[in-house]
């Protein structure tokens, strides 16, 4: 999009950007924002949308994006690093932050497994960055290297720390030997390196040592005993050393990052976009901004749009051009909100077109617009001796000369600066020139024929700005398909015109402009009512389309929430009658010989009534299952192929091969069970597993040595068993156990006919003693 610096700063559009970088996190949200451009192609346009939409999706489901509160630019060290050699520790520092960044959210974009192709194609710049990283890491927090950066120097500052020792140790000597009586005081003091201590004055000539310089006060002086020289001389030599050796140290790492200097640029242009992102989500879910949709042909359609410096008190208006008409005429008195209207349309293009979001409602749209060109305002330039009028005629000959027909034009008082009738004649002429060009145009006037212009030529409409007329103030809405009046007669004696002097003029107003002023009138009091009522019947369509929404939730959601707690409650008491015949059974065991006969009486009357309980609550359970799967057989239908498991809380998952009206065909591992259709409930397909008939040769990870069945139904449990022989064998068990329980021998039947049919099952039997006997059942493989 073309847009020249002075149409920038006529539109205010750095003010505006500089609202984005209030919300910056970092300085990097600030550059994204410094070199920002509108997009340059359609299909730029969608990718920079597209990219903002996937964040915020990505916010979403996955949290906010990784970030580091003291992350700072960082490229512009290795410009400077080609001239200097190196780089210090700090600015080493501010480098291995940017790229621990840049590798923490290359990392949570990799382990994320939803498809955001123009956000992962961002940050896929972004490079490995992991050994820079250790290398770097021999820096600690404030920038300094750590000892451990080279065995140079860990062993140079062995040694320093043990010459300030010794040092140390000779200085306290002396503090307490026979010349104390000459120190100011016994304090041993660093001073540029050295250790010195601090001698009266009188006591300088004759003190044994050094003298270092003079003290603050003058007064006194610091001095090196002559027993710690030797001790300094080495403490400043090896200091020396370790400054050799941590440049040496910085130049090698300084090297390091100059080879990636590349990498390190786009891996830093991504976090600048992904901090801009962040600035742009902030306005969308704080202010409720909107990205306008992008579609054909070049328009622009704004609803409840606001211009964003005036704040949230601004009055919001709907603007458009380029759907039913390419040109729109805006009309009304002085201070009535016309110029603010056009650079309210003209700020939202330029925003779209970057990609971000504008203060607009949803529904908002945009098209291919190439260029915005605008003559708003008076600039008049005393150097170059122009005129009101010339200073407009400059500015719309650079628009006729560079204006397309996917350019958006903006003529701000339309006309004027020369005599009414020229200058409208001037204004209906560029009018339609623009037209034949078909670009689009917002132009503002208060000239009648111009007015009367756009109320009748096809391709242009009237606007005007809304006008209180009790008041005589004006309300900044904007009403579309009515002209407006000037009202300067009106507003003259609102601020104190003698009567006589407008009634003067009214008489020489032509009786034919009078009534048209008249008229207008007329319609802008209608179109004005009209719109009020029109929002009133959108804003209740609104609410009631809202309640019905949320009493059809809130219906779903009771029904939900009575099956669920239902199930739960069958659930629990089909576990209850577990524990009862558990306990029955306990019991049983325990009676003597004598009574063991009237013990399996007991026994069979209470495994009847339990029977029988159990029957009740299956059919409840799935008359509950039945109306959950209802439910969702009516969002969609199960078909061939699709994952399900077996009732609400099944845990096996098996796939659909074959469907009747009725029942289906489920594949679980090696066996095929019929099941029916309302039983099934529709899941998705673990990612490890695949439903296929052949052979599996992949070893799975975790399969355990055996599987527990016991007080499973039989529709739980074989699904589960065939899957789990079949991933035993390709772990490579020679044999597994199935743990089925005694019972009345429904399961181990099952599990032995199972067995029977499989290729790969050697032989199988029940388990012996210490191996769990009838309850168990050994499975060897071939």
């Not at 000892?147 to 040092?167: F, I, M, V």
């Not at 009055?315 to 909100?337: E, F, H, S």
């Not at 122009?386 to 500015?395: E, P």
């Not at 065909?665 to 259709?677: D, F």
Request: net charge positive.
């Amino acid at each position: 999009m073309n847009l020249s610096a002075q149409t920038a700063q006529t539109l205010e559009l750095p003010d505006v950007l500089a609202l984005f970088g209030r919300k910056a996190r970092s300085e990097l949200a600030l550059k994204a924002l410094a070199h920002l451009s509108p997009a340059s192609t359609v299909e730029e346009l969608r990718t920079r949308q597209n990219t903002l939409k996937s964040y915020a999706d990505c916010q979403a489901k996955r949290g906010e994006f990784p970030w580091l509160s003291d992350v700072k630019l960082a490229a512009y060290l290795l410009d400077e690093a080609k001239e200097t050699g190196w780089i210090d520790g700090p600015q080493l520092l501010t480098i291995r932050r940017l790229l621990e960044l840049s590798q923490k959210i290359k990392e949570f974009l990799d382990s994320t497994k939803e498809d955001w192709p123009e956000l992962k194609a961002l940050c896929g710049r972004i490079r490995d960055f992991t050994e820079e990283i250790r290398r770097l890491a021999v820096l600690d927090d404030s920038g300094e290297l750590l000892d451990g950066a080279s065995p140079r120097l860990r062993d140079l500052r062995t040694k320093l720390e043990n010459a300030k020792g010794q040092a140390r140790a000779r200085g306290n000597r002396f503090l307490n030997g026979p010349q104390s009586h000459m120190l100011q005081e016994k304090i041993l003091t660093l001073r540029n390196g050295r250790f010195s201590v601090l001698v009266k004055p009188g006591s300088v000539p004759s003190f044994p040592g050094i003298f270092t310089e003079r003290s603050l006060s003058g007064n006194s002086a610091y001095m090196e005993p002559q027993s710690i020289v030797p001790l300094n001389n080495q403490i400043a030599d090896l200091n020396q050393q370790i400054k050799e050796e941590e440049r040496t140290i910085f130049r090698e790492l300084t090297g390091l990052l100059l080879a990636r200097q590349g990498a390190i640029r786009a891996a830093e242009d991504v976090l600048c976009q992904l901090d801009l992102c962040h600035c742009a989500l902030e306005w969308m879910s704080g202010a409720k901004w909107r990205l306008a949709e992008l579609q054909a042909p070049c328009h622009f359609r704004f609803y409840q749009l606001r211009h964003p410096l005036l704040g949230s008190g601004a009055v919001p208006i709907d603007v458009a051009c380029g759907l039913k008409y390419r040109q729109l005429v805006v009309t009304g008195p002085n201070t009535g909100g016309k110029t603010v209207a056009l650079k309210t349309a003209a700020v939202a293009v330029y925003l779209s077109w970057c990609g971000l979001p504008a203060p607009c409602g949803d529904g908002s749209t945009i098209g291919p617009i190439d260029g915005i060109y605008a003559d708003i305002g008076d600039e008049q330039s005393i150097e170059q001796n122009l005129s009101t009028f010339s200073s407009h005629l400059t500015r719309i000959v650079q628009a006729l000369e560079k204006a397309t027909k996917n350019s958006l034009v903006l003529l701000d008082e339309l006309g004027a600066g020369t005599d009414p009738q020229e200058g409208s004649a001037l204004g209906i002429a560029l009018l339609e020139e623009f037209g034949k060009r078909g670009s689009l145009v917002l132009a503002t006037t208060h000239h009648n024929p111009i007015k009367h212009y756009a109320t009748v030529t096809a391709g242009v409409e009237a606007a005007c700005v809304d006008f209180d007329q009790k008041s005589l103030k004006p309300t900044y809405r904007l009403l579309t398909g009515v002209p407006g009046q000037s009202n300067a007669l009106a507003i003259a004696g609102r601020y104190g015109m003698p009567q006589n002097i407008l009634s003067r003029a009214r008489r020489l107003l032509n009786e034919r402009e009078v009534d048209a002023e008249r008229l207008m009138g007329e319609l802008q009091t209608k179109k004005s009512q009209l719109d009020r009522i029109e929002r009133e019947v959108i804003q209740r369509q609104t609410e009631l389309q809202t309640a019905q929404t949320q009493i059809e939730a809130r219906r779903k959601a009771l029904f939900s929430q009575k099956d669920d707690v239902l199930l739960k409650a069958q659930q629990q008491a089909r576990q209850v009658l577990d524990e009862a015949e558990q306990q029955a059974r306990d019991l049983l065991r325990n009676l003597q010989d004598a009574a063991e006969s009237a013990g399996h009486k007991v026994m069979e009357d209470h495994k009847k009534q339990t029977k029988a309980a159990r029957l009740r609550g299956a059919v409840r359970e799935a008359s509950i299952e039945a109306r959950k799967n209802a439910a969702l057989s009516q969002e969609k239908p199960l078909a061939v192929g699709d994952s399900v498991r077996i009732g609400a809380d099944g845990k096996a998952i098996g796939e659909i091969v074959a469907l009747s009206e009725n029942n289906a065909e489920v594949q679980m591992g090696m066996m095929k069970v019929s099941v029916p259709v309302r039983r099934l409930v529709r899941t998705k397909r673990p990612k490890e597993e695949s439903f296929a008939s052949g052979p599996k040769f992949t070893k799975p990870e975790g399969v355990a040595g055996s599987l527990m069945v016991r007080g499973l139904s039989l529709d739980e449990a074989m699904p589960l068993v065939s899957q789990y022989l079949d991933r035993a064998m390709r772990a490579g068990y020679g044999e597994v156990t199935i743990i089925h329980g005694r019972g009345e021998g429904i399961l181990r039947r099952a599990v032995h006919e199972l067995c029977a049919s499989l290729n790969y099952v050697s032989e199988y039997r029940l388990g012996g003693p210490g191996e769990g006997g009838y309850g168990v059942t050994i499975v060897r493989f071939k």
